[in-house]
């Protein structure tokens, strides 16, 4: 099968579902991903002392890093405006994004669920134009995408004050990737790739905190019992 990841920023990739890619590429699939933004708004270019353009250039080198890292199938870093998302027509975004899975075909999108998981606005536009496009493909008649899955997280709320961190109840979740200490492996290893967020990442503890068990929604389909595979009944 052919899975699609769509994220706004450089690093959602790494700091969410990373080891379940790794898992799904192991397990044969192709695994691609999209990102929406170069994250040049990142404050991390005041301490560097570069412009958003140079910042992007250096996000999109780290990303490449990733690539190579987690052996995607390919991948694409579009350059919409970092962190103004909310400020473009949707339309717009989801013209973009639609022609991107014609071009790709896959049979499986990802994005984020509802809540963003952190809850920022770029994650919040992501979630609801992906799913815009899903929903009017399918309207559409087209055989593809098959699925869409929202990568999320499970247990409690995190509020740690510097990091609030939302998770989907027990009973929306529909599948769980475990993953294994490889797939954990890589996943660290990706998030190594950026070298600019190094301090946000080791604050953020995602390293210790991050679990072989990694958690999707499934979207639209009445399932009678949870996933034994991201692909399973397509």
Do not use: W
Request: with cysteine; glycine share 6%.
């Amino acid at each position: 099968m052919r899975i699609l990841y769509i994220f706004p920023h450089p690093d959602d990739e790494s700091f969410g579902p990373a080891p379940a890619m790794s898992a799904q590429l192991r397990q044969g699939h192709e695994v691609f991903l999209l990102t929406l933004t170069k994250g040049e708004a990142t404050k991390q270019r005041h301490r560097l002392g570069v412009d958003k353009k140079e910042m992007g250039e250096i996000r999109y080198r780290e990303m490449q890093c990733v690539e190579k890292t987690l052996a995607l199938s390919g991948m694409t870093v579009l350059n919409l405006p970092d962190g103004e998302l909310k400020n473009m027509n949707p339309i717009d975004i989801e013209k973009i994004i639609e022609e991107k899975i014609h071009e790709l075909k896959p049979d499986i999108i990802i994005t984020y669920a509802v809540h963003g998981i952190s809850g920022f606005h770029d994650h919040l536009v992501s979630h609801a134009v992906v799913k815009r496009v899903f929903c009017k493909m399918k309207q559409e008649g087209s055989s593809y995408p098959k699925r869409l899955a929202f990568f999320t997280r499970m247990g409690e709320v995190v509020k740690d004050g510097k990091f609030r961190l939302e998770a989907s109840a027990e009973e929306e979740i529909d599948y769980i990737e475990v993953c294994s200490d490889d797939d954990i492996d890589r996943f660290k290893k990706a998030l190594d790739c950026y070298e600019t967020y190094q301090e946000i990442i080791e604050a953020s503890k995602v390293k210790e905190v991050t679990t072989n068990e990694v958690p999707f929604e499934i979207f639209g389909e009445e399932l009678k019992k949870p996933l034994n595979n991201i692909a399973d009944g397509l």
